[in-house]
């Protein structure tokens, strides 16, 4: 099962997928917000989503475990 983690610190802006959606290789599935920057997580593979671990407004560390792919 394919994890999408956090590639920077900083604080999860938006959630731009949920658990049963779809996503291809290179979707965005969150927006990061860092040192008033807006960076986008892709996904590296495609699936489905089976579950977000994160909540927008809810401040992230590099690594840490973003989505949940099927």
Do not use: N, Q
Not at 60 to 68: F, H, K, N, P, T
């Amino acid at each position: 099962m394919p994890d999408i983690e956090a590639h920077i610190t900083g604080t999860v802006w938006k959630i731009e997928v949920a658990p049963g959606d779809k996503v291809d290789e290179g979707d965005t599935v969150v927006v990061l917000e860092s040192m008033k920057m807006e960076m986008p997580v892709e996904a590296e593979d495609g699936g489905v989503v089976s579950e977000s671990k994160v909540e927008e407004g809810e401040s992230v560390s590099e690594g840490d475990m973003l989505v949940v792919l099927d």
